[in-house]
């Protein structure tokens, strides 16, 4: 028997940072499960929470506003960062990390170590057209 190996990130000390990536593909069965929790019709769950993808048959959820990233999956709870949708989330995010660590939360805890800030919400990105352009 193999000994499972350590997990090196709490998401509940997290931003949500995965949940801003901007494509977070979904499924049919995504979206039925989504559908039936919303006791709505699986056009209409098509409709609402998914936009076209790279591909003519992918879907990807649709984003909201995002005071720390820009913008996040429209299922996230901007102010408590948690998933309002969490029972019944899509597949890419039950399997999300894929590994026994998050690079993004390394990085975070490093920051928050150093900046001394234990809430501290860093991106590690620029979001594009946010920083005003340097003076020549």
């Given at each position: 028997m193999s000994t499972p190996l350590p997990i090196f990130y709490d998401c509940l000390n997290c931003p949500s940072y995965c949940c801003t990536y901007p494509r977070i593909p979904v499924t049919k069965r995504d979206i039925a499960r989504l559908a039936k929790h919303f006791d709505i019709?699986?056009?209409?769950a098509r409709r609402n929470f998914t936009?076209?993808?790279w591909t003519k048959r992918e879907r990807v959820l649709r984003h909201q506003k995002d005071e720390i990233f820009g913008s996040a999956c429209r299922f996230l709870n901007t102010?408590?960062?948690l998933c309002t949708v969490h029972t019944v989330r899509p597949s890419i995010c039950r399997q999300h990390p894929t590994s026994h660590s998050c690079g993004y939360y390394t990085f975070l805890m490093?920051?928050?170590k150093?900046?001394?800030d234990p809430k501290l919400?860093?991106?590690a990105y620029n979001v594009?057209?946010?920083w005003p352009q340097l003076e020549e």
């Open positions: 019709t699986e056009t209409a936009k076209a993808g102010k408590t960062r490093a920051e928050r150093d900046q001394g919400a860093v991106r594009p057209g946010e």
